[in-house]
């Protein structure tokens, strides 16, 4: 690795805003930030089950040469809830994503549920994907949402709604909250998390061999949702493969932040123009 943690530069690019469209009658949100840079392309940002587009805002602000898209997939964040949540729903939104944006490719950076379905999107786009950056998932997935169910409702104070949540979900988890005239809530449904965690499940290794594209496997060192020995495996049937190993446990993104998107920013450095 050619840079450190204490050599990602302090953002340059303006603010990320706000942008809608529309799928088969479900409106989904995404931010948008320009780049300082028009050549060095655009990076698309995929959240994990829970989270929002809010969970990679220190890596867009490591990446100011890039136009930064981070999406709020459906059923979470500012999208509006959805009643569909199988890898066709998730992958046709991201077909729709590129044609509202008018994207010809695009860098993808997924997290869990996100890495998916990067990694699926690459494989069913690969002309779309210059690269991709896995995090934390597998191409054999057994995960479980329903602790989702204790965080669902209305919640009198924020303090109660951290309680139900505990530590350290409830710091990491705090993009994800909403505030309003009942109290306060998650922005997700809980039954729609476990609908999306069952269509998740399964056995992704033909899609994660799907494509050739440059690929950085991130792996939490103390996850416990994908093992060293699974990650390596996958890094090793896979060619353009690097793996790394992070300090953190299933979001080393938001538990490292700069160790993680300094290791991004060299990887996409090296990328070609």
């Not at 392309?41 to 995929?46: M, P």
């Not at 416990?224 to 049937?237: C, G, I, N, Q, T």
């Amino acid at each position: 690795m050619t840079a450190g943690p204490d050599t990602v530069p302090l953002t340059l690019a303006p603010r990320a805003r706000s942008g809608w469209f529309e799928r088969e009658g479900v409106r989904l949100h995404y931010l948008d930030r320009p780049a300082i840079d028009d050549e060095a392309g655009v990076v698309v940002l995929l959240h994990g089950h829970y989270s929002t587009a809010h969970s990679f805002d220190a890596l867009m602000a490591a990446l100011p040469e890039w136009r930064c898209v981070a999406l709020d997939q459906r059923g979470h964040g500012d999208s509006e809830r959805a009643g569909s949540f199988t890898r066709a729903d998730y992958l046709d939104d991201l077909d729709a994503l590129w044609w509202h944006l008018g994207l010809d490719s695009a860098v993808l950076v997924g997290h869990s549920l996100g890495g998916c379905n990067a990694y699926a999107y690459a494989a069913r786009r690969p002309e779309r994907v210059r690269a991709q950056v896995v995090i934390d998932i597998g191409a054999e997935i057994d995960g479980d949402a329903t602790a989702a169910r204790f965080w669902g409702g209305d919640f009198p104070t924020r303090s109660a709604l951290d309680e139900a949540l505990g530590d350290p979900l409830a710091r990491q988890l705090a993009d994800s909250v909403r505030v309003t005239t009942r109290g306060w809530r998650m922005s997700f449904l809980p039954e729609a998390m476990a609908a999306s965690q069952a269509e998740l499940n399964g056995d992704h290794w033909h899609e994660w061999l799907g494509s050739d594209c440059p690929t950085l496997l991130v792996n939490g060192q103390g996850s416990d949702v994908l093992s060293p020995e699974h990650a390596a495996e996958m890094a090793r049937r896979r060619p353009a493969t690097r793996l790394v190993q992070l300090p953190g446990g299933h979001l080393p993104h938001v538990e490292g932040p700069l160790p993680f998107a300094a290791e991004v920013r060299d990887f996409v450095g090296g990328l070609p123009r």
